[in-house]
């Protein structure tokens, strides 16, 4: 596909998700399709290969994630196993005024993460190469989160971490086929909502489960 009918298909599932964005923006966002189908080719940076696939479950996918956030006060951001920067970096283009860490051990996904920062100016992203066991263990990172999000990494492997880098009053948000059971969370949080929606070009129901302190 061309830039013009990328631009399209983003507008399409834009408007299927009630979502509205500006040109600048969604050249941002074709750019980043752009690149992710590029380097997909040598990197494995995802599975989905399709266009509608790609900005189906992933950009829409992390955009429906930031509705969670607020648009006025700035707010710090963990993105766990981001692989090719989702949903950290397209959040990080739509609100430049929170401060997202991307974390992600895959040396060839980090190079590509730095590219794409880099490439689109996001003063407000960064990257630390870890997996959550290795970052959650390191003491300038605790209790330094607003939000945790989880998109591609496992709820049960993840959380049991997420606890030690909240802030006192921090959320995580999971992004799941099916809502999260009450009695799956750790002791002292507890499920504060499960969202249901339905991604555009057929891509199937979803689910936003908020996890916050009991």
Request: glycine letters at 8%; one cysteine or more; charged letters at 20%.
């Amino acid at each position: 596909m061309n830039t013009a009918q990328l631009e399209d298909l983003f507008r399409k599932g834009f408007a299927a998700m009630q979502m509205a964005y500006d040109q600048v923006t969604i050249d941002k966002f074709v750019f980043y399709l752009q690149e992710v189908m590029k380097w997909n080719e040598k990197t494995n940076l995802t599975g989905h290969k399709r266009e509608e696939e790609i900005i189906g479950n992933l950009f829409i996918d992390s955009l429906v994630g930031s509705r969670v956030l607020s648009t006025d006060a700035a707010c710090s951001i963990l993105d766990i196993g981001t692989g090719a920067g989702f949903p950290g970096i397209p959040i990080g283009i739509v609100f430049p005024q929170h401060s997202i860490t991307l974390l992600e051990p895959n040396l060839k996904k980090v190079a590509f993460l730095h590219h794409m920062i880099g490439s689109l100016k996001l003063r407000n992203v960064r990257v630390e190469p870890y997996r959550i066991e290795q970052f959650s263990e390191q003491p300038e990172f605790h209790e330094k989160f607003d939000w945790v999000f989880m998109k591609a990494l496992r709820f049960d492997v993840g959380l049991a971490y997420v606890t030690q880098v909240l802030s006192a009053s921090g959320k995580c948000v999971c992004f799941r086929a099916d809502p999260l059971p009450p009695d799956c969370v750790p002791k002292g949080f507890s499920v504060v909502n499960n969202v249901p929606y339905e991604l555009p070009f057929g891509l199937g129901k979803r689910t936003l489960s908020i996890v916050g302190p009991a």
